[in-house]
Structure formats: structure tokens, C-alpha cells
T-cell receptor, first 111, second 117 residues
């Protein structure tokens, strides 16, 4: 089982819809959580950090559920430009810092 | 936000040659730099973690003698793919982590697309 798992999708939704996807992690020692966005053939770009209290940035809301070991990303009023792959990133610290990327969830917004 | 550059952005080389990729943090000092590889339609795979002035830490399955990493300063890390073969063709991405602000945040370079003929 992978340490960080995401539904690969693709999620194909109409413009204006609300879409949500989760990312589960297996190591309870995980400490920091992020959502990155990656466009085709480009580098990942940080979308937002994820806090236990949840955080919102415009149309994007991220939440962390430590008890169930998952993080979520909600996109409201989706735009065509939201089409991308969304990567879940988990970091933890033991003897050495460890950064693990999920395999990504592909989102496609249709007109 | 912080800017990370990579050079070259793409390279085509013959099998058996070595290729050097540079990763620079342009407006901040990077305590740690990371090198990733991404094959088509797959996620990023961490290859190694590089701290300035010390030897890189390689992930399991990554040959340190094939992928030479040098982190000579707080703003520059290089990855050299030695004796490249077609199976090394991939998208190589570096990232840099700063000790300031959101300390866990990684800033990614634009990537280097390597094609080995």
C-alpha cells in the first residue's frame, strides 16, 4: 500500500460545478500537508497548505482530518483553468525529513 | 513567491554521454534542495535530498554513482546524469526549501526534459 494515496481520476465536471477529492495517508507521524497543482508538462506549483483548522483561499478549501488520516480539497464554481492534476503532498520528520507525493488526481473541467 | 530556475530546460543527448542539470534558487537561500524524476503520466519520484555542504541522501533504488549531485552553495545544486541511456529519458525537476516563512514549502524549478537517443 502506498503511503499517500489519491484517486487518479479523471474527474470530468462541467464549468461552475463543485468538485472535491481526498487524499489518504497511512503514516500517523505525518506532520505537514499540502496541495500542489501540476499542469501538463510543467512543474508543480503550490496551491495551498492544509491545516487542522481548515483553510480557504477563494474558491478553494482544504481540510485535514487527522483522526481518519486524510486531507481534502474542495473547488467551488470551477473554471476551465482549474483543469490540471492535483497532487497531495505529505511530509514527516523522523531521523530525516521525508516528503511524499501522491500520484495525483486529474481534473478536467468542460465548458 | 520564491523563484527557482533550472538549466537547461530541455536536452537531447546520445547514449553514453553525461548531462549536467543546474538548479538555482534566485531570491532566497535554499537550505535543502530536492531532485525528482517524473515519467509520463506518473507522479514525481524523489531521487535525492541535497543539503548544502554535505553529501546527498539518495532514495532507495537510485544509483548515487549514476546520478551525481553537488550542492556547492545555498543557491545552487547540480545533478549530473552519467553515461545516460534511453531509459534515463524523463522530466527532471528540482525543488528548494527555505528555512524562512513556511519552512516546509518547496518551490519547484520549471523542470528539465531529458531525451537520450
Amino acid at each position: 500500500r502506498k503511503e499517500v494515496e489519491q484517486d487518479p481520476g479523471p474527474f470530468n465536471v462541467p464549468e461552475g460545478a463543485t468538485v472535491a477529492f481526498n487524499c489518504t495517508y497511512s503514516n500517523s507521524a505525518s506532520q505537514s500537508f499540502f496541495w500542489y497543482r501540476q499542469d501538463c508538462r510543467k512543474e508543480p506549483k503550490l496551491l495551498m497548505s492544509v491545516y487542522s483548522s481548515g483553510n480557504e483561499d477563494g474558491r478553494f478549501t482544504a481540510q485535514l482530518n487527522r483522526a481518519s488520516q486524510y486531507i481534502s480539497l474542495l473547488i467551488r464554481d470551477s473554471k476551465l483553468s482549474d483543469s490540471a492534476t492535483y497532487l497531495c503532498v505529505v511530509t514527516r520528520y523522523s531521523s530525516a525529513s521525508k516528503i511524499i507525493f501522491g500520484s495525483g488526481t486529474r481534473l478536467s473541467i468542460r465548458p | 513567491g520564491a523563484v527557482v530556475s533550472q538549466h537547461p530546460s530541455w536536452v537531447i543527448c546520445k547514449s553514453g554521454t553525461s548531462v549536467k542539470i543546474e538548479c538555482r534558487s534566485l531570491d532566497f537561500q535554499a537550505t535543502t534542495m530536492f531532485w525528482y524524476r517524473q515519467f509520463p503520466k506518473q507522479s514525481l519520484m524523489l531521487m535525492a535530498t541535497s543539503n548544502e555542504g554535505s553529501k546527498a541522501t539518495y532514495e532507495q533504488g537510485v544509483e548515487k554513482d549514476k546520478f551525481l549531485i553537488n550542492h556547492a552553495s545555498l543557491t545552487l545544486s547540480t545533478l549530473t546524469v552519467t553515461s545516460a541511456h534511453p531509459e534515463d529519458s524523463s522530466f527532471y525537476i528540482c525543488s528548494a526549501k527555505t528555512s524562512e516563512g513556511l519552512a516546509d514549502t518547496q518551490y519547484f524549478g520549471p523542470g528539465t526534459r531529458l531525451t537520450v537517443l
